[in-house]
C-alpha cells in the first residue's frame, strides 16, 4: 500500500502529475493518496525526490534482506601470554551449542604475534574455521588496534553474533567494536539462546541484579555480548576435528595504536587462586568484622581451599577486592562453594551458582542463599565454623 511521509513531503505536485490513475492530488501544500483509485504502481515513489512516498512493506524486506546478509556465529579468541584464556574455550562450546541451533558456522577470531598451535586447540574444541590475523603488535594488548582489526573483519565477513568474555579485555575493547559498527552489545551475559530467525537472547541481571533481563538486539547486525567468564562449559577436546584456519591480511594502518606500555606487572596473590581452587569458602557480612572473618580463612585453610567474599565483605575491608566473587567481582566454578554469612543477592550468585556443591551457613532460614544451596546449614556462624574447623583438624589428625 502507497504511504506518504507528509514531514517530508514539500508539495511540489511531481507524484500527482506522474500518477497515470489520478490517484494523488496536492491538497494544501502536501500529497493526499486516494487509496482506492492506487493501483500500487510505484510510478510516484520513484520521482518523489524527498522520498516522502514509500509502499508498505519494502523498508520491512529491505532491512530483512540487509540483516541476512550477515550468518555466522564468531567468538573472540582471547589470548594471555601465547595461550589461550578458558573463557575462548567457554565461549567455543556455548557457540557450538548456538550454531547448531541455528545450523550455521562457528568460527573463532585469533589475533597473535607467531604462528602457533593455538588454531588447532580452537578447532579441537568446536571452530569450524578460525580467522587468523597475525602481527607482533598483538604480543601485548592494545585496545585500539584490537577494535580496529575486529571491526575491519566483522565489515568483511558478515558475521551475525560476535561473542567475547567479559575479561578486561573484552570488556575494554569490544564497546570500541559494537560503536564502530553501530550495533547494539550486552555485557556481562550470564545466559544465551537463540530463535529461529538468529535473535541472539542475551540475559544478564539488571536494575541492580532484582530482575534477569532478556535482550535482543533485533534491528540491527551483527549481534554483540559479553559472556561472564566460568559460567558456561567448554567441549571435551576432539583431536581429530577438522576445520578450516584463514589468514587474513589487513591494512597496516589498522595496527596503529596511541597506547605505549612502559611495564606490566604481574598482580599478587595471596593464597591458593581463586580460579583454580577446587574449594572455596567464602565469608559475607554475617561474618560481622575481621577478626570473624578469620574463621573463614581457617576453614580454608583446613581444607587446602581458596578464600573468597561478598561485596560487602570486601567494602567493609576485611580482605581485598580480588578475593570477591559475583558480578563485579570473579566467577568461580569449584567442586565446593562454602557461604559463610552470605546472603545470596543475585550479584554475588551469578559468580558462584555453577559450583558443583553449594554449602550455606546462615543464621536466617529464609536467607536467598538457601534457594541454591545443596546443603544448607541455619545456624551462627560462630558455632558452626568453629565446631566445623576443629571436627576437620580431628579428621585430618
Ligand atoms: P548481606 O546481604 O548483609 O547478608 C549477610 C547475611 O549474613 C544475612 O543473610 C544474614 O542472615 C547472615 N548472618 C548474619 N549474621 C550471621 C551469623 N552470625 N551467622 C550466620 N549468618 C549470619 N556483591 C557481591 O558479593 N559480589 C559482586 O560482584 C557484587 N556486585 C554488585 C554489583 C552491583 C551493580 C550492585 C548494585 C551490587 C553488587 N553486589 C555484589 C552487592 C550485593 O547486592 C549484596 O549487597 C552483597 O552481595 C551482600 O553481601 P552479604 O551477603 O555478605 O551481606
Not at 551449542?97 to 589475533?111: C, G, H, M, Q
Not at 588447532?120 to 580467522?131: E, K, N, P
Not at 576432539?238 to 611495564?263: A, H, Q, Y
Request: charged share 20%; net charge negative; with cysteine.
Amino acid at each position: 500500500m502507497l504511504r506518504i511521509n507528509i514531514d517530508a513531503c514539500n508539495g511540489c505536485g511531481l507524484c500527482e502529475q506522474t500518477c497515470a490513475v489520478d490517484a494523488i492530488h496536492v491538497v494544501d501544500g502536501i500529497a493526499e493518496i486516494e487509496q482506492e483509485s492506487c493501483t500500487g504502481c510505484g510510478g510516484c515513489v520513484d520521482v518523489c525526490e524527498p522520498a516522502a512516498l514509500f509502499m508498505e512493506g519494502q523498508e520491512l524486506e529491505e532491512k530483512n534482506n540487509a540483516l541476512a546478509e550477515w550468518s555466522g556465529i564468531w567468538i573472540y579468541a582471547e589470548c594471555r601470554n601465547g595461550e589461550l584464556a578458558p573463557v575462548s574455550l567457554e565461549l567455543l562450546g556455548e557457540g557450538r551449542r548456538l550454531a547448531d541451533i541455528r545450523e550455521t558456522k562457528l568460527s573463532a577470531v585469533l589475533f597473535t604475534d607467531e604462528t602457533s598451535n593455538l588454531t588447532a586447540q580452537l578447532i579441537s574444541h568446536g571452530a569450524d574455521t578460525v580467522y587468523l590475523v597475525e602481527n607482533p603488535i598483538f604480543g601485548n594488548f592494545y585496545e585500539d588496534a584490537n577494535a580496529a582489526v575486529l571491526t575491519d573483519l566483522a565489515r568483511r565477513y558478515k558475521p551475525e553474533t560476535i561473542l567475547a568474555g567479559a575479561t578486561a579485555i573484552g570488556r575494554s575493547f569490544i564497546p570500541r567494536v559494537a560503536a564502530s559498527l553501530r550495533t547494539g552489545l550486552t555485557a556481562d551475559c550470564t545466559c544465551l539462546g537463540i530463535q529461529e530467525n538468529g535473535d541472539l537472547l542475551q540475559s544478564r541481571p539488571a536494575f541492580g541484579g532484582n530482575v534477569m533481563a532478556a535482550v535482543l538486539c533485533s534491528g540491527t547486525r551483527p549481534q554483540m555480548a559479553t559472556v561472564h567468564p566460568m559460567v558456561m562449559k567448554p567441549l571435551e577436546t576432539d583431536p581429530d576435528r577438522k576445520g578450516e584456519v584463514v589468514k587474513v591480511d589487513v591494512e597496516e594502518s589498522l595496527f596503529d595504536t596511541k597506547i605505549r606500555v612502559n611495564n606490566f606487572v604481574p598482580l599478587e596473590s595471596e593464597g591458593v587462586a581463586l580460579n583454580e581452587a577446587d574449594i572455596v569458602v567464602a565469608g559475607g557480612r554475617g561474618l560481622e568484622n575481621e577478626e570473624g572473618f578469620k574463621l573463614v580463612e581457617e576453614l580454608a585453610e583446613v581444607l587446602g581451599g581458596a578464600v573468597a567474599a561478598s561485596r560487602a565483605a570486601v567494602d567493609s575491608g576485611w580482605i581485598s577486592a580480588t578475593r570477591m566473587v559475583g558480578q563485579t567481582g570473579q566467577t568461580v566454578r569449584p567442586r565446593i562453594y562454602i557461604a559463610c554469612g552470605i546472603s545470596g543477592a543475585i550479584q554475588h550468585t551469578v559468580g558462584m551458582q555453577s559450583a558443583e556443591t553449594i554449602i550455606a551457613i546462615n543464621r536466617d532460614p529464609d536467607a536467598p542463599v538457601f534457594d541454591i544451596a545443596t546443603y544448607g546449614v541455619v545456624g551462627d556462624a560462630f558455632e558452626v565454623l568453629p565446631r566445623l574447623i576443629e571436627k576437620l583438624k580431628q579428621m585430618k589428625a
